[in-house]
Nanobody, 124 residues
Framework: QVQLVESGGGLVQAGGSLRLSCAAS????????MGWFRQAPGKEREFVAA????????DYADSVKGRFTISRDNAKNTVNLQMNSLKPEDTAVYSC?????????????????WGQGTQVTVSA
């Protein structure tokens, strides 16, 4: 079992930055591939970023590439999402997720564990 708790959301002006963190419980955290997803009101959940178990490879949605950076610290059981140059269209609830395959995957259906999410609001 893996439990995930996100933090770091908030209100920021367009062009600003936020850093989201996801704290994971469980001794096998380092084996899991991790991802960040977001869901805006009235929209479907969408992939944001993912990272392999070792941290050596990442993947990003085109909409955030060059602005967001995903990283992980297996010693601390955390995965982070650094978000720069934020835009109003980045406003959403951001959730981290974990899956057992260890890869950087975009499909939310393969993820086994989800956090509750943290709200990010970007004002114009």
């Amino acid at each position: 079992q893996v439990q995930l708790v996100e933090s770091g959301g908030g209100l920021v002006q367009a062009g600003g930055s936020l850093r989201l963190s996801c704290a994971a419980s469980g001794r096998t955290f380092s084996r899991y591939g991790m991802g960040w997803f977001r869901q805006a009101p009235g929209k479907e959940r969408e992939f944001v970023a993912a990272i392999v178990w070792s941290g050596s490879s990442t993947d990003y949605a085109d909409s955030v590439k060059g602005r967001f950076t995903i990283s992980r610290d297996n010693a601390k059981n955390t995965v982070n999402l650094q978000m720069n140059s934020l835009k109003p269209e980045d406003t959403a609830v951001y959730s981290c997720a974990a899956h057992r395959y260890g890869l950087a995957l975009r499909d939310p259906s393969v993820y086994d564990y989800w956090g509750q999410g943290t709200q990010v609001t970007v004002s114009a």
